[in-house]
């Protein structure tokens, strides 16, 4: 009997006005996936990655999930393992870009395989490419989808 595998992802929407006035199509919270799995699924692989990009990371490693707890100049967020090379954060907007410029650098830099960034509720997505800043993910996010 083959095995099915679930992920409960809360996908309660918190809106808050950005400090510029807009309202931030990335809520409280966002994942990071790769539908191909090009993501690392290793915890190794992942702690290790997040110490190099904070080397203060907080690592709370247990049986079942692995938490990474990131303080910085823009406060502190933490960043959850979901297994399966699914990645998520609790982040504000500019955190969420952070660790998805963090999270894409992750997979092979010539993949052909995707990774996709998503809102908390999952209504709206953009696709991580190699070498994107924080401000590169931000255009994507917020670009009017093609007609």
């Given at each position: 009997m083959p095995a099915v595998w679930a992920v409960k992802i809360d996908l309660t929407i918190d809106i808050r006005p950005e400090e510029e006035g807009r309202l931030s199509t990335m809520t409280d919270g966002a994942i990071v996936y790769?539908?191909?799995?090009?993501?690392?699924?290793?915890?190794?692989?992942?702690?290790?990655?997040?110490?190099?990009?904070?080397?203060?990371?907080?690592?709370?490693?247990?049986?079942?999930?692995?938490?990474?707890?990131?303080t910085d100049g823009g406060g502190r967020f933490q960043i959850f393992d979901l297994g399966d090379g699914m990645l998520s954060t609790d982040g504000n907007h500019n955190q969420q870009l952070e660790f998805?410029?963090?999270?894409?650098?992750?997979?092979?830099?010539?993949?052909?395989?995707?990774?996709?960034?998503?809102?908390?509720?999952?209504?709206?997505?953009?696709?991580?490419?190699?070498?994107?800043?924080?401000?590169?993910?931000?255009?994507?996010?917020n670009a009017e989808p093609p007609e």
């Open positions: 790769s539908p191909d799995g090009v993501l690392p699924t290793s915890r190794d692989t992942l702690m290790a990655a997040a110490r190099r990009q904070w080397p203060n990371v907080e690592v709370i490693d247990l049986d079942d999930e692995l938490t990474l707890r990131i998805a410029a963090w999270a894409r650098t992750l997979a092979p830099e010539a993949t052909a395989g995707r990774v996709v960034l998503l809102n908390k509720d999952a209504s709206v997505a953009a696709y991580l490419r190699s070498g994107m800043t924080p401000e590169d993910i931000d255009a994507a996010w």
